[in-house]
Each structure stands twice: as structure tokens, then as C-alpha cells.
């Protein structure tokens, strides 16, 4: 068994112009395939994992054997949240949050301008390459937070609902070194429907 890389949701120059065609390219093509190769290789020698979906493998990263758990947690973890990324942007998205997970981030945060700060906070905290998300708990809350590298948010037990990439690969091309703008003007792509989807589902 081997994992496999699901389709761009929309063609690369489907987030302009706030990200252009051609990070969404090398972005999808190189950087997203590169993680899958790296995984497939990974879990090559590992039968007992065939079957396993990679959420269940990332959330119990103790479970894998200690010689390929780091390629396992980093490329598995690439794998993983670049999916997350690409479905929860689009096309001519953006707006507010919708339903009950708009009822949700009222709750937790008290509204869509404090969770947009927190969000843009965690992703211009995270010194280096990583990850901002809003995710949520167990008891059904929801938190902002940020992982480093590929790490991803199943590792803590937490579900994400939305997440962006701040690696530099991910808006270097369009902002060069302001990650800040990127951040502010990434919230036009949030695929709101997609969030509360994935909110409701777990
Ligand atoms: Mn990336």
C-alpha cells in the first residue's frame, strides 16, 4: 500500500492574486509530491502499516518504529498538512466564518477579528519554518496555536480545522521576506465551508 497525492482542488492560478500560479505550482508539484515520495519510501518496509490512514499513523507517532519515525513525523507531517492546506483555500472564498463553527470562534475567542490575530500571531511567532492553525480539542473547543516543521496538530490530539503554511516555499516567489502581509491577505482564501466541514466532522 502506498499513499497517493489527491488532486490540486483548483488550477494553480486559482488563488490569485494572493498567491501566485507559480508558488501554488512548485508548491504542489515539488515541495507537496517530494513529502509523499519521502513517506512512501519511509513506510516502504513496513507492512503493518498498510491500511492505516495517515491521520491514524500521525496520531500515534510512538507506534512506529524508531528508525524511519522521524521521516515518518516530518514527511508524513508534509503529506498531511499540505492536504489540509489546499482544501481549506479557493477560489473567490474568504468572508466570514460560517454556521457552528462561527458560533464556536464566537465562543472561544469572541469573534472572527480576535481569531484572525491570534492566528496571524502564532504564524509570525513561529521563528523559522512551520505551521499556524485553528484547531480543535477533544471536548470540542477550539485553540490557535502553531507547530514547527512539519508537525502536525493529530500529534497533540488535536483536529485541524484550518491551517497555514508559513514556510518561506509558500509565499517567498509573491511577498519575499513578509510573511505578515501574506498571512493578512491569506484569510481572502479561507474556504469557510470546508472549515466548518471539518470542524463538524471531528
Ligand atoms: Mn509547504
Known amino acids: 500500500m502506498s499513499f497517493e497525492l489527491p488532486q490540486l482542488p483548483y488550477s494553480f492560478d486559482a488563488l490569485e492574486p494572493w498567491i501566485d500560479a507559480k508558488t501554488v505550482e512548485i508548491h504542489y508539484t515539488k515541495h507537496h509530491i517530494t513529502y509523499l515520495?519521502?513517506?512512501?519510501?519511509?513506510l516502504s518496509s513496513l507492512p503493518a502499516f498498510a491500511g492505516q490512514s495517515i491521520e491514524e499513523i500521525l496520531s500515534h507517532l510512538e507506534a512506529v518504529p524508531e528508525t524511519v519515525r522521524t521521516?515518518?513525523?516530518?514527511?508524513?507531517?508534509?503529506?498531511?498538512?499540505?492536504?489540509?492546506?489546499w482544501n481549506v483555500m479557493g477560489a473567490n472564498k474568504g468572508g466570514e466564518p460560517l454556521g457552528k463553527l462561527a458560533k464556536a470562534i464566537e465562543t472561544s475567542?469572541?469573534?472572527?477579528?480576535?481569531?484572525?490575530?491570534q492566528v496571524e500571531k502564532a504564524g509570525l511567532g513561529r521563528?523559522?519554518?512551520?505551521?499556524?492553525?485553528?484547531?480543535?480539542?477533544?471536548?470540542?473547543?477550539?485553540l490557535?496555536?502553531?507547530?514547527?516543521?512539519?508537525?502536525?496538530?493529530?500529534?497533540?490530539?488535536?483536529?485541524?480545522?484550518?491551517?497555514?503554511?508559513v514556510w518561506e516555499h509558500a509565499y517567498y516567489l509573491k511577498y519575499q521576506n513578509?510573511?505578515?502581509?501574506?498571512?493578512?491577505?491569506?484569510?481572502n482564501l479561507?474556504?469557510?465551508?470546508?472549515?466548518e466541514r471539518r470542524y463538524l466532522e471531528a
Open 190 to 195: 479561507v474556504n469557510w465551508e470546508e472549515a
Open 71 to 85: 521521516a515518518v513525523r516530518n514527511n508524513g507531517g508534509g503529506y498531511y498538512n499540505h492536504i489540509v492546506y
Open 178 to 187: 513578509r510573511r505578515a502581509e501574506y498571512l493578512t491577505n491569506w484569510w
Open 37 to 42: 515520495t519521502n513517506l512512501n519510501n519511509a
Open 144 to 165: 490557535v496555536h502553531s507547530t514547527p516543521n512539519q508537525d502536525t496538530p493529530l500529534a497533540e490530539g488535536l483536529i485541524p480545522v484550518i491551517g497555514v503554511d
Open 109 to 117: 475567542f469572541g469573534g472572527f477579528t480576535a481569531l484572525k490575530e
Open 127 to 142: 521563528f523559522g519554518s512551520g505551521w499556524a492553525w485553528l484547531s480543535k480539542k477533544t471536548d470540542g473547543s477550539l
